[in-house]
T-cell receptor, first 108, second 113 residues
Framework: RKEVEQDPGPFNVPEGATVAFNCTYS??????FFWYRQDCRKEPKLLMSVYSSGNEDGRFTAQLNRASQYISLLIRDSKLSDSATYLCVEGSARQLTFGSGTQLTVLP | DAGITQSPRYKITETGRQVTLMCHQT?????MFWYRQDLGHGLRLIYYSAAADITDKGEVPDGYVVSRSKTENFPLTLESATRSQTSVYFC????????????FGPGTRLTVT
């Protein structure tokens, strides 16, 4: 069983749409959570950390539900430049564990 | 601000050859990591290092060797390359503990023929 599971997509949405991604993790001892963004053939880049209280960064909102062991990312007012793969990541004391990613394409 | 760099960016080698991938960071981060990324598997940790001269295995260490004689460098060596090691390799660094946010280099695309 994968430790971090994501719907691979692809999600194809029109510009301006709101889109949400979820992921689940299996390690109840996880201490930290992140969303990374990866553009085609490039390195993953940190998009935002995820806190228990939920956090927002501009058009992006991340939520953590420890009881159900899932993490979500909401993107409002999608831009063409949001097209990428979004990686859900959980961190334990030992390492980060990455999901396989959800592919998003924002269409004009 | 160079951040974290990797070299070479692209490499083609033959089965059985030794290959070394270089990683250099200018942030003085304590932790450094090597991952490979393959379709269907996502990012998998090969080795990591908590400080100079301290290294440990990750999820998929077989066939790889690392060293860390200086804080800023963390080379990854494939002792005898196999076709299954064809992949994109990413180096990353982190300021503190392993489970903290990591910053990635641009990657090395390795093909083993």
């Amino acid at each position: 069983r994968k430790e971090v599971e994501q719907d691979p997509g692809p999600f194809n949405v029109p510009e301006g749409a709101t889109v949400a991604f979820n992921c689940t993790y299996s390690n109840s001892a996880s201490q930290s959570f992140f969303w990374y963004r990866q553009d085609c053939r490039k390195e993953p880049k940190l998009l935002m950390s995820v806190y228990s209280s939920g956090n927002e960064d501009g058009r992006f909102t991340a939520q953590l539900n420890r009881a159900s062991q899932y993490i979500s990312l909401l993107i409002r007012d999608s831009k063409l430049s949001d097209s990428a793969t979004y990686l859900c990541v959980e961190g334990s004391a030992r390492q980060l564990t990455f999901g396989s990613g959800t592919q998003l394409t924002v269409l004009p | 601000d160079a951040g974290i760099t990797q070299s070479p960016r692209y490499k083609i080698t033959e089965t059985g050859r030794q290959v070394t991938l270089m990683c250099h960071q200018t942030w003085s981060h304590s932790y450094m990591f090597w991952y490979r990324q393959d379709l269907g598997h996502g990012l998998r940790l090969i080795y990591y290092s908590a400080a100079a001269d301290i290294t440990d295995k990750g999820e998929v260490p077989d066939g790889y060797v690392v060293s860390r004689s200086k804080t800023e460098n963390f080379p990854l060596t494939l002792e005898s390359a196999t076709r299954s090691q064809t992949s994109v390799y990413f180096c990353a660094s982190s300021e503190s503990r392993q489970g903290y946010e990591q910053y990635f280099g641009p990657g090395t695309r390795l093909t083993v023929t």
